[in-house]
């Protein structure tokens, strides 16, 4: 099984939420939040700052921890082919300065400001419901219900 630790960015701000579009090598787009995998002996809290100004071009500042998610892709569903267990931590966040701007050689290919009412029909990662979820419950435990994925959901 392979493993992932990410951290993310859940930015909502006048009704609106900020997503990256990211396009896969075979040209499908899906969009996600800000964030990624967490280095090696990267402080996560870390890791999301970082990857909001690699991704979007913008300063953040995180305002608090929402919750973690931990889910297991089976083989079939993962990309990889090989089963896999992604760790994510989601981070409610604010945008301090910058102006958004796609991520340079990288795999996002524009960050977008997105009306709320408008994310249930975008090809997005399961990744924006959970952090969604998170933003809008605020779970004591930090945890919401797995999101079923399908249809304009993916892993």
């Not at 991704?55 to 608090?64: F, L, N, S």
């Not at 989601?90 to 400001?113: D, H, S």
């Not at 997105?114 to 952090?131: E, F, H, K, M």
Request: net charge negative; charged share 20%; hydrophobic share 45%.
């Amino acid at each position: 099984m392979s493993f992932r630790l990410a951290a993310y960015a859940v930015c909502v701000d006048a009704e609106r939420v900020l997503l990256v579009r990211c396009v896969a090598p075979s040209g499908e787009t899906t969009w996600s939040l800000p964030g990624g995998r967490v280095e090696h002996a990267e402080d996560p809290f870390d890791a999301v700052l970082r990857e909001v100004a690699e991704e979007t071009g913008c300063a953040a500042v995180v305002d608090r921890l929402l919750g973690v998610d931990s889910r297991v892709i089976p083989a079939a569903e993962a990309r990889s082919g090989r089963e896999h267990q992604n760790v994510g931590i989601f981070y409610q966040v604010r945008i301090m300065g910058g102006v958004l701007r796609p991520e340079p050689n990288g795999a996002t290919a524009e960050p977008v400001w997105t009306p709320l009412p408008d994310v249930v029909q975008l090809r997005r990662s399961s990744l924006v419901d959970v952090g969604l979820a998170l933003a809008r419950t605020r779970p004591a435990t930090g945890h919401v219900a797995p999101v079923p994925v399908g249809g304009l959901i993916a892993h």
